[in-house]
């Protein structure tokens, strides 16, 4: 079981940046590949960035390529998502996802979500 708490969210100005953190409670954090997703007004959610459970690889959505940086430290149990050169596009509420597959089972874990909305 994994519980996640996401924060950092705000209103920020177009060309802003923010950081969200996730923090995760549990013992296997370290098992598990993270996710950021968000769901923009009257959109469906979407995968932002993931990162793999031992921070080898990332992955992230064309649109915030080169904008938006993953990052984890399992010692602390956190998931970061640096949100940089920010868009009114990128208002969205932001939710932090924990996936493990284990013999054939998928457990999937989500956070309440945190607001960010980008706007002058």
């Known amino acids: 079981q994994v519980q996640l708490v996401e924060s950092g969210g705000g209103l920020v100005q177009p060309g802003g940046s923010l950081r969200l953190s996730c923090a995760a409670s549990g013992s296997t954090f370290s098992t598990y590949s993270m996710t950021w997703y968000r769901q923009g007004p009257g959109k469906e959610r979407e995968s932002v960035a993931t990162?793999?459970?031992?921070?080898?690889?990332?992955n992230y959505a064309d649109s915030v390529k080169g904008r938006f940086t993953i990052s984890r430290d399992n010692a602390k149990k956190m998931v970061f998502l640096q949100m940089n050169t920010l868009k009114p596009e990128d208002t969205a509420v932001y939710y932090c996802?924990?996936?493990?597959?284990?013999?054939?089972?998928?457990?999937?874990?989500w956070g309440q979500g945190t607001q960010v909305t980008v706007s002058s």
């Open positions: 990162i793999t459970s031992t921070a080898g690889s990332t």
């Open positions: 996802n924990a996936r493990r597959t284990l013999f054939g089972t998928t457990n999937d874990y």
